[in-house]
């Protein structure tokens, strides 16, 4: 099957800095990618630089971003804005600031399908009301009337959702959908989620937390200092990570293995992007880490069909993962 989304050595640049240095990634329809990594690893900005919604300091350097085969460069601001309202939208962390204060959520879910859908204000009402149903918000009827102050932070969550998804498009991009959310919700959510999955829609999971990715996404991106240090399947990934961030991360992560490993975070501090560490940018908080790692920075290699690692010695890091894990089960 032809990719729905296929972005080929992306790079985004404030200035002179850039902050995506080189990403690529593909889905097609119905599939479901994550992109993982700590705040400042390029994560979100890659998928902003895909709706073309980057801020205004920022631009697309290079690299190609191609939509259902079409080049997203060569088309027209109308052409970007017909196709973020009707093929792909994006949820955020903050709903809160997505919504508009001073309007009742069922007017601004209403908006959506007067101005789009040309529906009647009445017809519009109606629609909105089943909208917020649908993402199992109770008793619609009486809070398509309210104010997003007047609901709680998962409602809101729910709000922002089921406008993302009102107009049924093709890809949903959802920058860290839960993370302000208590654990409850936040499994409320993903359900709902993995429902419209089922029903063909494709998601872009953008997520610090390994537990959500394993729960919603089929593969999987680590993204490091601006670029994609591991990807493969989640399954592949999570059993037997071939980069040491990775591996780090699982080690940090309360939710993403049931084993009994001990909880560890990474030591250090991700990079500041305008004074990168030579070689490889993760040398400084690798345990892996050698003397050529700081003057040889590693390429994204694929060491397996479908595997791939941006580090010079992968195949130890593999087996490495492997033994531990092993040891802890
Ligand atoms: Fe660590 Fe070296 Fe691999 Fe970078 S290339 S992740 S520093 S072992
Ligand atoms: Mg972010």
Request: aromatic fraction near 4%; hydrophobic fraction near 40%; proline fraction near 5%.
């Amino acid at each position: 099957m032809s990719a729905l989304l296929e972005v080929t050595d992306l790079v985004v640049a404030f200035g002179d800095v850039r902050a995506v240095r080189g990403v690529s990634f593909s889905l097609s329809e119905g599939e479901t990618l994550a992109i993982v990594g700590e705040s400042g690893s390029g994560k979100s900005l890659s998928s902003l630089a895909v709706l073309g919604l980057l801020p205004a300091q920022a631009r697309v350097e290079s690299g190609e971003i191609r939509w259902a085969g079409e080049d997203v460069s060569a088309m027209s601001e109308r052409e970007l804005r017909a196709l973020r309202g009707e093929q792909l939208s994006m949820i955020f962390q903050d709903p809160l600031s997505a919504l508009n204060p001073s309007l009742t959520v069922g007017y601004q879910i209403a908006e959506m399908f007067r101005r789009r859908r040309g529906l009647r204000r009445d017809e519009a009402r109606r629609r909105a009301v089943e909208a917020m149903t649908e993402v199992g918000i109770p008793d619609a009827a009486r809070r398509v009337g309210a104010y997003p102050h007047e609901f709680s932070g998962g409602m809101r969550q729910r709000v922002m959702i089921a406008m993302a998804l009102a107009l049924e498009p093709r890809l949903l991009i959802a920058d860290e959908p839960t993370t302000a959310l208590d654990v409850t919700v936040q499994a409320q959510i993903l359900r709902l989620l993995r429902h419209r999955q089922r029903e063909g829609l494709a998601m872009v999971i953008i997520s610090h937390d390994l537990g959500v990715v394993a729960r919603t996404a089929r593969s999987v991106v680590v993204m490091y200092a601006g670029q994609a240090v591991e990807s493969g399947t989640v399954a592949d990934v999570y059993i037997a990570p071939a980069h040491p961030y990775t591996l780090g991360l699982l080690d940090a992560s309360p939710s993403a293995r049931d084993s009994n490993r001990e909880i560890r975070p990474i030591d250090g501090y991700p990079p500041d992007i305008t004074a990168l560490p030579t070689g490889c940018a993760f040398h400084p908080r690798c345990p892996f880490a050698r003397e050529r790692c700081r003057t040889e920075e590693p390429d994204l290699r694929e060491f397996a069909p479908g595997r791939s690692s941006a580090c010079h010695y992968a195949e130890e890091v593999l087996a490495r993962g492997a033994a531990v894990d092993h040891a802890g089960a």
